[in-house]
């Protein structure tokens, strides 16, 4: 089933926040496999965060990943508007399959 | 890049079939995987196939519905949904990769499902 994910996070710029993916010893805790994407209305996904902590060429370093458990998180730092988007976690699984989070939407207030 | 082809109206119980068109990149040296989004919904996984080994992997939600192909002579994948209904109606997505490092993008190709 689905990772779990908030479904919404605000933040004011300048703050940082802290989105959090909650998964099993079958998915997110039993493989360094957990990406992370942003997405505006109408585009297509972008991958931020591979490998659980591995940014992706041209991500700001604002961007972070890490990994606790079950549970990954993506914490960005020094907000700013256009980072407002959805985001999701995605994460292999024991299945050799892939599951995607909810989806996390983030409001830049 | 990854281009995929244009937006389908299908009524319930047909089949639409999905095309992404590589170029830049090597082909057969990436796999692809099919990403889908309903309306309003969040990302779904539907299976990936490897482009060198010519080996699928599907959702068990979509095994016995889907066929995902890659033809390396023109770098272009496949993905057939058969016994369409309502709910597939989604915005479809390629993605090079099959890690789940999925770094390229096609644009998305829209599919109605509607009588």
């Known amino acids: 089933s689905a990772l779990t994910q908030p479904a919404s996070v605000s933040g004011s710029p300048g703050q940082s926040i802290t989105i959090s993916c909650i998964g099993t010893?079958?998915?997110?805790?039993?493989?360094?496999?957990v990406s992370w994407y942003q997405q505006y209305p109408d585009k297509a996904p972008k991958l931020m965060i591979y490998?659980?902590?591995n940014r992706s060429s041209g991500v700001s370093n604002r961007f972070s990943g890490s990994k606790s458990g079950n549970t990954a998180s993506l914490t960005i730092s020094g907000l700013q508007a256009d980072d407002e988007a959805d985001y999701y976690c995605?994460?292999?699984?024991?299945?050799?399959?892939?599951?995607f989070g909810g989806g996390t939407k983030l409001a830049v207030l | 890049q990854l281009v995929q082809s244009g937006a389908e109206v299908k009524k319930p119980g047909a089949s639409v079939k999905v095309s992404c068109k590589a170029s830049?990149?090597?082909?057969?040296?990436?796999?692809i995987t099919w990403v889908r989004q309903a309306p309003g919904q969040g990302l779904e996984w539907m299976g990936r196939?490897?482009?060198?080994?010519?080996?699928?992997i599907y959702a068990q939600k979509f095994q016995g519905r889907v066929t995902m192909a890659a033809e390396t002579s023109t770098k272009t994948a496949y993905m057939e949904l058969r016994s369409l209904r309502s709910e597939d109606t989604a915005v479809y997505y390629c993605?090079?990769?099959?890690?789940?490092?999925?770094?390229?993008w096609g644009q998305g190709t829209r599919v109605t499902v509607s009588s």
């Open positions: 993605a090079r990769g099959t890690t789940g490092t999925f770094d390229l």
């Open positions: 830049g990149y090597t082909f057969d040296s990436y796999g």
């Open positions: 196939i490897s482009v060198y080994f010519y080996n699928t």
């Open positions: 010893s079958s998915d997110v805790g039993g493989y360094n496999s």
């Open positions: 490998e659980d902590t």
């Open positions: 995605c994460s292999y699984t024991s299945n050799t399959t892939h599951v």
